[in-house]
Structures are given as C-alpha cells and as structure tokens.
C-alpha cells in the first residue's frame, strides 16, 4: 500500500504563505499531477511530501504511516529532480547504482537490480558512458533508473521533462506514464505545462496561489471546471471568457444584442472553448462576428473574431481564409456554454 494522504497542510515563511490548508487523497498505484502557474505551491507541496521541507501545520501520510516528521529517507520514496543531477565523472552503471551504495544495500543484488532498470529504460547499451556523451533524453532516463533502482513504492517528480524540447518531451511523457503503469508506483508529478498533466494523469490538483483551485481526473477538469481560472488554465487554446451585459430581454454579450437564456441580472461570464464554437451559414448562426486574426496550424485553424466588445478565438478544423474584418457567423450549443459569477470566479448553472 502507497496511498498518499495531505490534511490540513500549510506552509510558512514568517509572512509569506506558499501553501495554505492542503487536503487531497492519491490513491495506492495511482498517477497524480500538481499543475499550475509558477508560485501556486506545487513544488513546495512536492518538497513537504518527500520531507525536503516540514510543513508549519497539518499532517502527511504515506502507506498508511505519518510521516509529517520523518526525514527523507524514512519515507520510503525516490525522486526526480527537474535538473537531473547526474554525477558527470560517474558513469550511467555508477550513477544509476549511486542510491543503493550510499544506503549500503547488499551488494549481491545490485547486477540484477541494474540489469532490470537497464533493460526497461533501453540503458543497456549506455552503461560505461558517462553524462556528457548522452543525449538530453537519455540523460533523463538515467535519472529516473537512480529513482527506479531504488525499489520505493512511492515516485515524486519535479518538473522533471522542462529541459527537453517539444518532441522529445511527448515521447517521454509516454515513456514515463508507461513506466509507472508497468511498475505500478505511486506518482506524484509536479508541472506547469497543461498539456503534460492531461495526457499523463489519473488526477489532477490544480493549484492557485498555495490553495486547491480544483481536484479532479483530466476528463472532468476539462469538462466541469470550477472556476473561471480553472476553465482558462485547462485547453488550447483556454477558454473564451465573454463578459456580459444588462440588457431588455436578459443578458447579453457585451456592445452586441446576442442574447441568451434569461439569467437575471447577476454579473456574470460566459464562457465558451474555441472548439465547441462553429463557423455557420447565417439562418444557423447564433452570432454575427467580425474576423480580427486567422492562423493556420494544419490540422485546424484558430481564427481571432469580435462579437459587440468581446474577442473570443474559434477553433475551426482544417484551412480557412479569411481577411482581417470579414464578416462570419458563429453558433454553439447551449449544452457548451459555462456561466462563471464575475467577482469570485466560481462556475455558475
């Protein structure tokens, strides 16, 4: 058992607060990702976990323990770093066993134990190398056999895909998510990139200034946000946030007479994701627009439009040309459209 239990936690440095009152659950074997902006907390709340850091106040668990005041190698975890600290006068054999040596492990299962980490990772053939003749993803990979090797039911990652370039970042993701399932570990993986936390993760913990925003799997966060800030944080392009406007029959998008559903006269956002607004003929539309922007991406076009005083973005599949001030016409389904309050930000019926 590896479950993963935060109540209650915070963190302080006299006045400044960088997590405050954190409660989430990651269940044995699962993958969970702390995503957000920079300073959200996400990697304090990764150092508080490993024992790198002790929280002013709260509890942690791990398997079923209390761990709150145990040091780091009481916990029964490995770690990735997002720099990979590879020893560069190590080898990749001496750097991945450098763990277990210094915890002064039986020395007669290290072959084996090296052998199976070499033989997952595709290390073999790099064993007598050394840093410096590897490539960026191979590097990482030597990092994640020193965590592996070490045979901890419990797998914390920092960031640890933010030195790699775009292409060689979406074959690790996999390459990662695999391997975890394959070893069925618990993962706690720290990033700020949406899209790593999407495609890789069981659960997901949207973190906002050192406070839980949302906690929830990927489909749901996407589907269900809670928050304005979580519907912007989540798809690419984000959601569109439109404000609204009094007007005789309701609301209304703002400097237009496109008006919805009767929603009193609470200050309020409408919120609609690029790929769920169309390009329609004009008996269909549900908004005249005017074209502000168009780009090409191959797959679809994102297309920068006005409805009134309101710029949204529209993901249209395949190519379309447009010249900046045509005239279009938009439509969505009512099903697609969120409402957020204005002042908190909270999602609205």
């Given at each position: 058992m590896a479950a993963i239990s935060l109540?209650?936690?915070c963190k302080h440095w006299g006045q400044a607060q960088a997590v405050s009152n954190i409660d989430f659950e990651v269940k044995s074997g699962q993958f969970t990702v702390l995503l957000g902006p920079s300073g959200c907390g996400k990697s304090t709340t990764?150092?508080?976990?490993?024992?790198?850091?002790?929280?002013?106040?709260?509890?942690?668990?791990?398997?079923?323990?209390?761990?709150?005041?145990?040091?780091?190698?009481?916990?029964?975890?490995?770690?990735?770093?997002?720099?990979?600290?590879?020893?560069?006068?190590?080898s990749v054999r001496e750097n991945i066993l450098f763990g277990v040596r210094v915890r002064k492990e039986p020395r007669a299962g290290y072959a084996a134990r090296l052998k199976r980490?070499?033989?997952i990772l595709g290390l073999s053939h790099l064993l007598e190398r050394r840093p410096g003749q590897l490539s960026g993803g191979q590097q990482q990979r030597v990092a994640l056999g020193r965590a592996i090797i070490?045979?901890?039911?419990?797998?914390?990652?920092?960031?640890?895909?933010?030195?790699?370039?775009?292409?060689?970042?979406?074959?690790?993701?996999?390459?990662?998510?695999?391997?975890?399932?394959?070893?069925?570990?618990?993962?706690?993986?720290?990033?700020?990139?949406?899209?790593?936390?999407?495609?890789m993760a069981d659960q997901v913990i949207l973190l906002r200034e050192g406070r839980i925003e949302q906690d929830a799997a990927p489909a749901d966060l996407y589907a269900q946000p809670a928050t304005a800030f979580a519907a912007r944080f989540i798809g690419t392009p984000p959601m569109n946030l439109l404000p609204l406007q009094s007007h005789v029959e309701g609301l209304a998008i703002a400097g237009s007479n496109v008006v919805l559903r009767e929603l009193g006269q609470t200050p309020r956002q409408l919120g609609l994701r690029p790929e769920h607004i169309r390009l329609a003929g004009a008996s269909e539309a549900t908004a005249p627009a005017l074209v502000e922007t168009v780009e090409y991406f191959g797959a679809?076009?994102?297309?920068?439009?006005?409805?009134?005083?309101?710029?949204?973005?529209?993901?249209?599949?395949?190519?379309?040309?447009f010249d900046s001030g045509?005239?279009?016409?938009?439509?969505?389904?009512?099903?697609?459209?969120?409402?957020?309050?204005?002042?908190?930000?909270l999602r609205r019926a």
């Open positions: 109540q209650g936690v990764l150092r508080l976990i490993a024992g790198l850091d002790k929280p002013s106040s709260g509890s942690i668990h791990i398997g079923g323990r209390d761990v709150t005041q145990l040091p780091p190698a009481q916990r029964k975890i490995s770690m990735v770093f997002q720099s990979y600290a590879l020893f560069p006068h190590l980490v070499a033989d070490a045979d901890a039911p419990v797998c914390l990652m920092d960031e640890p895909l933010s030195n790699l370039d775009a292409q060689l970042r979406q074959e690790m993701r996999r390459e990662i998510r695999a391997l975890q399932q394959q070893l069925n570990m618990t993962m706690v993986y720290v990033t700020h990139d949406q899209t790593e936390a999407m495609s679809d076009t994102i297309i920068g439009a006005r409805i009134g005083s309101a710029s949204l973005l529209v993901r249209a599949p395949g190519q379309h040309r045509a005239a279009i016409h938009l439509a969505w389904d009512a099903r697609d459209q969120y409402f957020f309050d204005q002042e908190s930000g």
